[in-house]
């Protein structure tokens, strides 16, 4: 009678995609809890490369349960296009995959105001994926918002041509922004009629059965914490509850029901679109970064910013959520590197602190830094971590140690099998 939660401690890309598919085989089902298709999750197996957006990483687990939680928000057209991507490899969509009635859809109008209020403000935007997803929570919180559910309902068309009455209203107030609605109006509404054809849901009801009959859960997160629209850096955030409670909200199920909370980040960190970044890197040592860890946006193929870990931030993430096992990405990127570097504090306004300030823009936060050795050795073979490097080791040890949570699976490839389990974990019933 227990969800575990797997989520992004950074600002996202962490590598969620690739650890959910591994830990699937624990579990009878994945549940996507909030965002959209700003998510670009990447999995990698048997020579293939995926990149899911909207649908949970479990859906190549033929066993497997795929649900697409009420805290989601769709946009049919994307949906669709990454279902029509499944079919390929022949994944039984109507078999692994359901769909919440009460997530909400993503209008074309919805991208429209993205694009529309991204440019207005200039270089001070916020570097969204330009996906909808801001505007369609605002009609969410807003009681406007469309959902899976009204699309079975007879007076669909109505109510999609009111909120897009809406939208117009406040499109016209953008006198710089041109657009043509019907031209994407026709691929939406056939979108629609595809997502007809799928196994929609009443989710909440779903998931209780589900605890009931003693079924193994886990809930996917999207974005990262440092994204999660109240304890991210806002503004530079997206519009949903990142952290671990956005998986009660976003999926119906009790907080009591949430047993692990797996916490995945980076080896270092990045960051693709604004905001403050403090341990961000400008010279060469962040372009290696970018080079070695193909830092480049799974949904936008934008630059990834790099920089090294940064503790307060880790630490404020594991708070948040409540982490009890850490995941560590992309080790294998820092082989080759002399020295290593963690931030451990910040000089904030002339002091030392040690934690996530209010605010955290480049001219009032200077990260301080503990270096520690580098390893040389290629550990994309590795398979038993006591025959990783012995400054691998003690990088992790550190971080185990500064972090206070155990470090339980390190990661050393794009591959499912280039993932090195230190202790084995079970799903929680
Ligand atoms: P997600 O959004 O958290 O699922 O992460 P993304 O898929 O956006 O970005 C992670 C990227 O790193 C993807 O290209 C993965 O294939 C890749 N990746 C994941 N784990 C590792 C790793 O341990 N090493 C390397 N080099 N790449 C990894
Ligand atoms: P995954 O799940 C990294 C970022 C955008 C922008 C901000 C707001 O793959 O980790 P939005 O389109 O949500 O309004 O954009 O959030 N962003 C992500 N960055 N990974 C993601 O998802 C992201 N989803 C949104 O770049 O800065
Ligand atoms: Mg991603």
Redesign the pocket.
């Known amino acids: 009678m227990a969800v575990d939660v797997l989520l992004?401690l950074q600002w996202?890309?962490?590598?969620?995609?690739?650890i959910v598919d591994v830990l699937t085989r624990n579990y009878d089902i994945i549940a996507r809890f909030q965002g959209g298709p700003n998510?670009?999750?990447?999995l990698?197996f048997e020579g293939h490369?995926h990149?899911l957006h909207t649908i949970p990483?479990g859906v190549f687990h033929p066993e497997s349960s795929n649900v697409i939680g009420n805290g989601v928000v769709i946009d049919p057209v994307i949906f669709k296009k990454e279902i029509d991507n499944l079919k390929v490899h022949n994944v039984d969509v109507n078999k692994v995959l359901k769909i919440s009635r009460k997530a909400h859809l993503i209008l074309p109008s919805h991208r429209l105001l993205d694009a529309a209020s991204e440019a207005a403000k200039g270089k001070n935007k916020i570097g969204s994926t330009l996906k909808g997803i801001g505007p369609t929570y605002m009609d969410k919180t807003g009681r406007n918002g469309l959902r899976v559910g009204d699309i079975e309902q007879d007076d669909f068309k109505e109510r999609y041509d009111a909120l897009v009455a809406k939208h117009e209203q406040i499109l016209m107030h953008y006198t710089d922004f041109e657009y043509d609605l019907k031209s994407i109006e026709d691929e939406w509404f056939a979108a629609i009629d595809f997502l007809r054809s799928l196994t929609l849901i009443d989710s909440e009801h779903f998931m209780h059965k589900s605890l009931r009959e003693g079924k193994t859960i886990l809930a996917e997160g999207?974005q990262g914490s440092l994204l999660d629209i109240d304890f991210g850096s806002y503004p530079f955030v997206t519009s949903s509850t990142t952290t671990c409670a956005g998986s009660c909200t976003g999926l119906g199920i009790a907080p009591n029901k949430i047993r692990k909370v797996f916490g995945?980040f980076k080896a270092y960190c990045t960051r693709v679109g604004s905001g403050p970044f403090p341990t961000e890197l400008f010279d060469e040592t962040g372009k290696e970064l970018r080079a070695k860890?193909?830092e480049f946006?799974?949904t936008t193929g934008r630059e990834r910013r790099c920089g090294w870990l940064d503790l307060p931030a880790l630490k404020y993430a594991i708070d948040v959520n409540g982490v009890t096992n850490l995941i560590m990405?992309?080790?294998?990127?820092l082989s080759g590197f002399p020295t290593i570097k963690v931030c451990t504090a910040y000089r904030y306004k002339g002091t030392e602190i040690d934690y996530l300030p209010y605010r955290t823009d480049e001219n009032l936060v200077e990260p301080i830094y503990t270096e520690l050795p580098g390893w040389n050795e290629d550990i994309t073979k590795l398979e038993n971590f006591d025959d990783a490097p012995q400054n691998l080791k003690d990088y992790v040890a550190y971080l185990q140690e500064e972090l206070g949570v155990p470090i339980t699976i390190v990661?050393?490839?794009?591959d499912r099998k280039?993932t090195i389990v230190l202790e084995e974990t079970t799903a929680s019933v």
């Open positions: 992004g996202g890309d962490e590598g969620k995609g690739k998510a670009g999750h990447t990698e490369k990149v990483s999207a995945i860890g193909n946006g799974a990405m992309k080790s294998d990127v990661s050393v490839g794009p280039q």
